[in-house]
Structure formats: C-alpha cells, structure tokens
C-alpha cells in the first residue's frame, strides 16, 4: 500500500483567518496560553506557549481568539472530502484513525491511500503536487509524507516534510530517527524515558516489550506496531455527503462586496472538489451573505450548461460581487448548490472540437447574463408566419443550445426560412417598410433599380387584421447593392401603394 500523510500544523490559527487575504496580527490561546500565532504577531515578538497576559502585553493591538476544536473538526473533514476526488480511501482525523490514544490534543491530521490512484493521476509525485496546490488554494498549511501504512506517514508528515519511505525497511529507518515523544502513547512517560536514555524511537524498540507493557501500558506498543505495520489499523472513512453546503464566518466585518471574492472562492473550491466525488456538474448555485439584523442577501448564479470548474464559477461569481451594494456589513458567508446532474469524464482531443466552442460561448453567455441580467442578453427566434417583419422575435436566452441552433448561428451564407423555395432572405430588415419612387414604371433608391429576380408572392395575415399582399423581388443598383423590395398588389385602405424596401443584403 501507498499512504499519503498529512499533517496541519497552523490549523487552530487558518481556521479563523482563511476568510481575508491580509489578516491582522492574529493570536489563538488555549486555556489562557498561546496556541498559535501569525507571522504578523509573531514579529512582535509573540511565540506559541507563552502566557495570555504575555501575549497582550507584547502585542496590545492584536486580535486574541479562543481556540475553537469544532471549527478544526469542520475543516478537516472539509479537506477529506475533498480528497475523496484522488481516493475513495481518505480517513481524518489522523490520530483518531490510527492510534488508540487520540484525544483531543491529538495533532491534526488526514491520511489517505492512493496505490491505486497513482496511475490515474500522474504518478505519486504528480498527486503529491495537485494535493499540496489544492489544499494551499483552499487556506491551509500541510507537511505531506507517504508511507506503506498510514500511521507511519502520518507520524513522518509531522517531523519532515516531504519524506517518502517506499519500502518497510526505509520506513523502519526513517521513524527510528525521531524522538520518542512522536509517539502520543509516550509523551505522558517523556521525563521517564528520559531518565532510562530513551530518546529516539530507535532507543524504545529496542526496550523489552514485556517491560514496556507493564510500565507504559499496552497502548504504547500498539502505536509502533501500527506504524511499522506490525499490527492492523481500524479506520473511519470519510463519506461524501448527498448534498452540499459549506459556510465560513468571517473574520472581520466586511461592508463591500468586491472584498468577499477571497473568501468566496475557499467555498467554490469546496465545491467544484465535492462535484468532482460525485463524478457530477452544477448548473446553479447559491451564495448566501449573512448579516447581523437584516436577512440574507442571497446571489443565484447559473451556469449556461453543467460545469464543475472552479475558475469558472469563481469568475462568474466575482462578476456578481462587483456590481453588488451590500445591505449591511456581512459576518460570514454560505455557498449550497441543488442543480447538480451527472457529468461524463471528458476525454483529451488532439484538436478543438465543436465542444470546446460551445464551452467558450457559453463562459461569454454566463458572464454578460450576470453582469447585465439574464432579461437583457436576447437573441433571434423564427415564429411561424411568412410576414419578414414577424418572422422572427427577441427572447432571453436560456442556454448555449439556444445560441448555437439560432437562426444563422451555424451558417455562413444567408438563412433560410422554413417554408419552402423562395428567394434568399437578406440579415439586415428594416424595421417598417420605406416606400420607394417610381421613375419610367422602375423602382428607383438613390437612382434605377434593376430587378433580378422574382417574384415570389406573400398573401397572409387576414387573420389578425394585418393583412399583406406582396410581391418581392431581389433588385440591384447601379453600384452593385442587392435590395429586397415588394410591390403592393393591391392599394392599402391608408392609399399606400407601389414599391417598398424591405431590407438589404450584406
């Protein structure tokens, strides 16, 4: 087996500052002592182990949090969800995954198997690459270690970054070279083993396991088993949900839009990771901005066909933000997503495909409907009736299909009309009829006409009280223009009559 360790060692700090891209000088404190501390408070000389009062003494105008264990749970498990796209095989937290003496103090961690995996992806050095990439984008810091079991990667991930041990004998000598409180069983002993001239795990498997068991406990004994892979080790393996939501609070009050685009995006990633499990694409989704006394101002995003890119969403989603006035300060943010279908794998093309096209057209139709509203991005749609001017309508469009089938949308030369032989119909009509002069019984537009063909006869629109008798020809002029033109058959009760243009060819 190939197991991947990974270990977190700023969660308690990034679970609180993921949410702004410049954070002020943050300090977390467990039980009136520092836990963590950015690099901004750490320059004030603030260090994790120190006394509260220390801390606010040194650095006043700091920002002090109580560590919160449940925020660190949430986003463990939010990371091993998103895993799941590389693995079905993920398990978190690493010490309750793998050791019998987790508890709450237990270094936060996530393990995952990837042996079968490593083809798909690239090789382990190309997984190991999009894991670190991913989990950076989403806001946190990792130290990655791969092992044949999964306790010893994950005990490895927490002392060297980066270290591989592809065989049991590398793993035996790489873990034999850390010290001995690696191992949670032998911290509450770390005075004792000291004092015996146990230092390095190398030290306490060479102590008598029998003695050990009496003296440290049983458990002990198992932890370096499972790390060697001595003993089996029981998982809870993380299951994707059925449905997704994610929520982030803020870490400040934010009263402009454009300013939640950073946190915004950690959820889109969220997102576009649990589609990715569910071997699935969203069309729409929804970005909840929660105040404190106003309700939620909710954006409603839809894709112009299923996606689960999240450059894409988050452009769409940016595209919204900046012409957004928020209510009122927003505290956190929530992001669901229900329009979810299936989404086949797409396989990699040696030349553009009419896919691709359709992609491109479609990230265009997104973007203009949420910056100028789905009612103002139209387009052209044939209507049963031979009358040039109601042949066709504007209607919104509602997705990239409707584009691509649209009148002329696939065509070079002019469209055709679906009702039989007539002649060709130029793209540019005028939106009334304008009647012409007749000079020596021809049509005459700025100068003789010159018919070429026709005519092609029009007699409907009794029905609705606009009745028209035409005949049309295709003309031309002196300089080689093509016109389309008619000819009323019969006087118009408003006494209009003769000749008319109707529209022009390119």
Not at 21 to 47: E, F, R
Not at 52 to 59: S, Y
Not at 266 to 272: A, C, D, K, V
Not at 411 to 430: D, K, N, S, V
Request: charged share 15%; hydrophobic share 45%.
């Amino acid at each position: 087996m190939v197991w991947i360790g990974l270990y977190f060692p700023a969660l308690a700090l990034e679970v609180f500052s993921t949410s702004l891209p410049i954070a002020p000088a943050l300090i977390v404190c467990d039980q009136h002592k520092v836990q963590q501390a950015n690099l901004a408070a750490g320059a004030l000389g603030v260090q994790a182990g120190m006394k509260r009062a220390t801390a606010q003494a040194l650095a006043p105008q700091s920002l002090f949090l109580e560590r919160e264990r449940s925020k660190e749970q949430q986003a463990l498990w939010s990371i091993a969800v998103w895993l799941l796209q590389f693995t079905p095989s993920v398990s978190h937290p690493g010490g309750q995954a793998v050791s019998a003496q987790a508890s709450a103090d237990q270094a936060p961690g996530v393990v995952l198997e990837v042996e079968a995996s490593l083809s798909l992806f690239g090789g382990l050095q190309t997984l190991l690459t999009r894991i670190r990439s991913g989990i950076i984008a989403l806001g946190y810091s990792l130290q990655a270690a791969v092992a044949p079991t999964a306790y010893g990667a994950w005990l490895l991930a927490q002392h060297h970054d980066g270290a591989i041990a592809q065989s049991p004998a590398q793993l035996n000598a790489r873990l034999s070279a850390l010290p001995a409180h690696a191992l949670p069983g032998a911290r509450p002993h770390e005075a004792v083993l000291k004092q015996i001239g146990v230092h390095k795990l190398k030290d306490l498997l060479q102590l008598p396991r029998p003695g050990m068991a009496r003296r440290f406990g049983k458990a002990l004994l198992l932890e370096m088993d499972q790390a060697l892979g001595h003993q089996p080790q029981a998982f809870d393996w993380t299951q994707a949900p059925m449905q997704f939501a994610a929520k982030l609070e803020l870490l400040a009050q934010v009263e402009y839009a454009e300013a939640l685009g950073f946190a915004a995006q950690r959820l889109i990633l969220q997102l576009s990771g649990w589609l990715h499990v569910q071997h699935a694409a969203c069309t729409q989704f929804c970005l909840l901005i929660k105040h404190d006394d106003r309700p939620d101002t909710a954006l409603h995003l839809s894709l112009s066909d299923a996606s689960r890119d999240a450059q894409r969403m988050g452009v769409l989603l940016n595209e919204k933000l900046q012409s957004l006035r928020l209510p009122a300060p927003a505290l956190a943010l929530q992001l669901s997503c229900d329009a979810v279908q299936p989404l086949a794998p797409q396989s990699a093309e040696l030349f553009p495909s009419p896919t691709d096209k359709r992609e491109s057209l479609g990230r265009l139709l997104e973007r203009l409907q949420n910056r100028l509203g789905r009612e103002h991005v139209r387009t052209l749609a044939l209507t049963h009736d031979h009358r040039p001017e109601v042949a066709y309508r504007m209607e919104p469009v509602q997705s990239v299909q409707q584009l691509v089938h649209a009148p002329g949308a696939s065509q070079i030369e002019e469209p055709q009309a679906p009702y039989g032989p007539h002649l060709p119909r130029p793209l540019w009509l005028l939106p009334q009829p304008v009647a012409l002069s007749e000079r020596h019984h021809r049509p005459w537009w700025q100068g003789p006409l010159h018919l070429l063909a026709g005519p092609e006869r029009i007699e409907t629109g009794w029905w609705d009280g606009h009745l028209v008798q035409r005949d049309y020809f295709v003309a031309q002029d002196d300089g080689h223009v093509l016109y389309w033109i008619f000819r009323e058959r019969l006087p118009k009760p408003d006494g209009q009559s003769g000749w008319f243009l109707q529209g022009r060819f390119g």
